[in-house]
Every structure is written in C-alpha cells, then in structure tokens.
C-alpha cells in the first residue's frame, strides 16, 4: 500500500490529490474484499478538503454484477500522534464466498489543500501487522492480509528550494529534499518534483 505520487507538491493555498494504491496483491488469498486506511499529516501544512472511493473494488464488483459500499471519511485530530486525520473504509458487497480483487490498483483518491508552508508526512496509521491496526486489507473469510505499507511526504516548494545546492553534512542538508538518496539536492531531484506537482 503506498502513496501516489510522492513526494508531491503545491503551492500555498492551492489544493491537490494523492491516490492510495496497492499493488501485486496475491490471488492466493482470493484477493481483497473490504480495507480501511487512517492517513495522517501534519495540520500545520494541510487541510484535508474530501475524500472519494477509486476503482479498485468498484470496478471489479461492477464487472461481477455486485457494488461496494464505501463509507462516509471520518476525520479528526489523533490526540496520540498530534496529527490529523482521515479514515477510509470500502467493501465489497458480495454473497458469502465470492473472491475479492487481486492484482494492482487506486483505492481511493484524497484531496487536500496547502495550508502552510513547510512539510509533512502523509502516514499510514498503525497499518498491519500491528496489534489493533488502524490501517488493513481483509480477504473474503475477514482474514487479514499482509502487505507493506509506504508512507507518502508533500513538501513545498519553498522548503526544497532551501535545501538545493546541499550535499550530506551541509547546514542547509535535507535528507527529505534527496529523493534519489544520492547525498545531495540538485536538478535531477527537481525533476522527480516536477513530475508531481500538484499530484495526480
């Protein structure tokens, strides 16, 4: 489970939408039929605007002759973590039995807006195999469903533009502002940037 695109940026007062993906998940678990997701960022940075169901599921259970159920986002601030909040929740409404998704594919799409200048993570909250996870992929017996979860980051532009020119041990060094983890910032990490300006 991952971000998409990440990192990714936007302007001040301007508003953007990441996808939250999955990929290669195995058939021999016959696939997902219901997941949730507890994405958390910095409410310093951003305001969370909406929130919409993507075709993973949906397509799927249209081509089955079924539907999904997705419910309404709730949001709030996580008194543990300091951080806001969005959590998601979609599934299949199937008969008893029937296989979920395997496969590749967008789970839903999340639109924030710029709220401030700085950065932030975009973090999965307490994904499985934690105790008690907040953030999981179930199979069609509500089993769960290992997988590795990828935490996304937005930065603005303002914040990568300090750290270019550095290098690894500079003051101004922002390992954050590396994306190709070569020990320096430079153009080719701006041109990871610009592929994700105001996300997807």
Same mark, same amino acid.
Not at 57 to 84: M, Q
Not at 103 to 116: D, H, I, M, P, R
Not at 124 to 150: R, S
């Given at each position: 489970?991952?971000?998409?695109?990440?990192?990714?940026?936007?302007?001040?007062?301007?508003?953007?939408?990441?996808?939250?993906?999955?990929?290669?998940?195995?058939?021999?678990?016959?696939?997902?039929?219901?997941?949730?997701?507890?994405?958390?960022? $910095?409410?310093?940075?951003?305001?969370?605007?909406?929130?919409?169901?993507?075709?993973?599921?949906?397509?799927? $259970?249209?081509?089955?002759?079924?539907?999904?159920?997705?419910?309404?986002?709730?949001?709030?601030?996580?008194?543990?973590?300091?951080?806001?909040?969005?959590?998601?929740?979609?599934?299949?409404?199937?008969?008893?039995?029937? @296989?979920?998704?395997?496969?590749?594919?967008?789970?839903?799409?999340?639109?924030?807006?710029?709220?401030?200048?700085?950065? &932030? @993570?975009?973090?999965?909250?307490?994904?499985?195999?934690?105790?008690?996870?907040?953030?999981?992929?179930?199979?069609?017996? &509500?089993?769960?469903?290992?997988?590795?979860?990828?935490?996304?980051?937005?930065?603005?532009?303002?914040?990568?533009?300090?750290?270019?020119?550095?290098?690894?041990?500079?003051?101004?060094?922002?390992?954050?502002?590396?994306?190709?983890?070569?020990?320096?910032?430079?153009?080719?990490?701006?041109?990871?940037?610009?592929?994700?300006?105001?996300?997807?």
């Amino acid at each position: 489970m991952y971000i998409d695109p990440t990192p990714v940026t936007q302007k001040l007062g301007n508003s953007f939408t990441i996808a939250i993906s999955v990929s290669n998940v195995p058939d021999f678990r016959f696939g997902i039929s219901a997941w949730q997701v507890w994405l958390e960022w $910095a409410p310093t940075v951003l305001n969370y605007i909406s929130a919409q169901e993507g075709p993973f599921l949906k397509d799927y $259970a249209t081509s089955i002759g079924y539907t999904t159920y997705f419910s309404a986002p709730v949001s709030g601030t996580n008194s543990e973590t300091g951080r806001e909040y969005v959590i998601l929740y979609c599934t299949l409404i199937v008969p008893w039995g029937t @296989p979920g998704k395997a496969g590749s594919g967008t789970l839903a799409y999340v639109t924030f807006n710029v709220e401030g200048l700085g950065k &932030t @993570p975009l973090v999965f909250y307490k994904p499985y195999p934690e105790t008690y996870p907040e953030t999981y992929m179930l199979d069609q017996f &509500t089993d769960y469903i290992a997988f590795t979860a990828v935490d996304g980051l937005f930065i603005d532009l303002s914040t990568w533009s300090q750290a270019y020119g550095s290098k690894l041990g500079d003051s101004n060094w922002d390992p954050d502002c590396d994306f190709n983890s070569d020990d320096k910032v430079d153009a080719l990490d701006l041109f990871d940037l610009g592929k994700n300006y105001g996300g997807i």
